[in-house]
């Protein structure tokens, strides 16, 4: 196992909310962050944030997902509100350090019905 744990996925019904956590172990990570990736498409970049609480978003999540992190617990969330059928696809966390390296999670489904 990997330092990162994720959790939260799911299945869920157009409109309603997820929310997803990963717990790094061990390991200070300056920037941590969300991927997804659906069947047939490329990975991309859904929230990223710095050590220092800065975020980054997909256009299309704006305003509809959140992403946070507890520094003491070394934990980053997502919440996902709204949620739309093209938002399923499979979460990934991934995780950056300039001395460790950058790691992936295992990935958790997503999946919003209409």
């Known amino acids: 196992q990997g330092p990162l744990v994720e959790s939260g996925g799911g299945l869920v019904q157009a409109g309603e909310s997820l929310r997803l956590s990963c717990a790094a172990s061990k390991i200070i990570f300056s920037t941590m962050g969300w991927y997804r990736q659906a069947p047939g498409k490329q990975r991309e970049l859904v929230a990223t944030?710095?050590?220092?609480?800065?975020?980054n978003y997909l256009d299309s999540v704006k305003g509809r997902f959140t992403i946070s992190r507890d520094n003491a617990k070394n934990t980053v969330y997502l919440q996902m509100n709204s949620l739309k059928p093209e938002d399923t696809a499979v979460y990934y966390c991934?995780?950056?350090?300039?001395?460790?390296?950058?790691?992936w999670g295992q990935g958790t489904q997503v999946t919003v019905s209409s």
């Open positions: 944030i710095t050590f220092g609480g800065m975020t």
């Open positions: 991934r995780a950056e350090s300039t001395i460790w390296g950058n790691y």
